[in-house]
């Protein structure tokens, strides 16, 4: 089955430390892959998906189909970056979204 | 635009009960989803539709069914409710398929004692 993976249930760094949350798939095929964001009191939203390659508040994701990773990446994290980041996955024709464990990143002042 | 709207926001059951989560969208997507989520476990789909009159399971559907007569409105029902059913639910939509943005609503927060 495919899955996805986020190692990091947590993530802390300092404001303008970089910052990676790491996220890992299982397909050996072309797959669709997204990150949603959660702030505090807000909807999930879609943060980037690696088809659009854009850089949204700063972030990036560069899909990896070597070591079939997605990780989302930012040199400079802000305080406001602080929340719940999901990574997701949808193969092939897949009608269906598989969406990673989550990692909750929080931004130290 | 109200976007995704889902009601209620808070509910408790006891477990036995039946009731129906609403989602309603104003934005003509074919695409709709309900998702559960639960610590530790991040979002799991449990039903979604590709249009009216078409619904489908997804990865933990035993204990839920929907329904999807209007384009607006998928509507998600507990038959009878367990305590795992306990969780956060959200509904989402898109304009025709995964691979498009989701849209989510605001979630219901569902305790079953």
């Known amino acids: 089955a495919q899955r996805v993976t986020q190692p990091e249930k947590l993530l802390s760094v300092f404001k303008g430390a970089p910052v990676e949350l790491k996220c890992n798939y299982s397909?050996?095929?072309?797959?669709?892959l997204f990150w949603y964001v959660q702030y505090s009191r807000q909807r999930l939203q879609l943060l980037l998906r690696?088809?659009s390659r854009e850089s949204i508040k700063g972030f990036t994701a560069d899909l990896n189909k070597g070591e079939t990773s997605f990780h989302l990446k930012k040199p400079f994290a802000q305080e406001e970056d602080s929340a719940m980041y999901y990574c997701?996955?949808?193969?092939?024709?897949?009608?269906?979204?598989?969406f990673g464990s989550g990692t909750q990143l929080t931004v130290l002042p | 635009n109200a976007g995704v709207t889902q009601t209620p926001k808070f509910q408790v059951l006891k477990t036995g009960q039946s009731m129906t989560l609403q989602c309603a969208q104003d934005?003509?997507?074919?695409?709709m989803s309900w998702y559960r989520q639960d610590p530790g476990m991040g979002l799991r789909l449990i039903h979604y539709?590709?249009?009216?009159?078409?619904?489908d399971q997804g990865e933990v559907p035993n204990g839920y069914n929907v329904s999807r007569s209007t384009t607006e409105d998928f509507p998600l029902r507990l038959l009878s409710a367990a305590p795992s059913q306990t969780s956060v639910y959200f509904c989402?939509?898109?304009?025709?398929?995964?691979?498009?943005?989701?849209?989510f609503g605001s979630g219901t927060q569902l305790s079953v004692l």
């Open positions: 997701a996955f949808q193969s092939g024709s897949a009608r269906q979204l598989t």
């Open positions: 690696h088809i």
């Open positions: 934005m003509n997507h074919e695409y």
């Open positions: 539709s590709v249009g009216a009159g078409i619904t």
């Open positions: 397909y050996s095929g072309s797959p669709e």
């Open positions: 989402a939509s898109s304009i025709q398929g995964i691979g498009e943005k989701l849209f």
